[in-house]
């Protein structure tokens, strides 16, 4: 079993409606912001690749809604790369509460995509990195 990547945040109102429940559109938006933090903070090079073109489109995207996230609570989203293959990855994602309890579950299928638009081969950078956060669920 390979590392899990954690992205912390708090609610925003912004995130939230008079009630101060989320939006269900938050959770995928905070999937993206994981994605997003650990291809910054991760994957070396990453910037360079996104400058000379290189794409990433989300295939897929889903989230199974558990528990209610109000606003002001701080969440981590844990993210971990369960599938990859020649041009695409499958990522799975946990989005907890301060309790340590799961309140979404999701996933997301990414395609690396040339500046063309073609489906791409992933690079060794985004390889060598996405080795170390796999579940081992690997299928080429």
Not at 1 to 26: F, P
Not at 39 to 61: A, F, H, I, K
Not at 82 to 102: G, P
């Amino acid at each position: 079993m390979g590392k899990v990547y954690e992205y912390r945040t708090t609610i925003t109102s912004e995130n939230t409606n008079v009630r101060g429940n989320v939006y269900a559109l938050t959770h995928f938006k905070l999937q993206e912001a994981a994605r997003e933090d650990w291809m910054q903070n991760c994957v070396p090079g990453s910037s360079r690749d996104l400058e000379e073109g290189m794409l990433l489109t989300t295939r897929r995207e889903e989230c199974k809604f558990i528990r209610e996230i109000q606003v002001h609570d701080c969440v981590v989203v844990q993210m971990q790369f369960v599938r990859t293959r020649r041009t695409s990855a499958e990522i799975e994602f946990k989005l907890l509460n301060d309790d340590m309890e799961v309140c979404a579950e999701g996933r997301q299928t990414v395609v690396f995509r040339s500046q063309g638009r073609l489906p791409t081969g992933i690079s060794e950078n985004f390889l060598d990195v996405i080795e170390q956060y796999s579940d081992d669920r690997r299928a080429n």
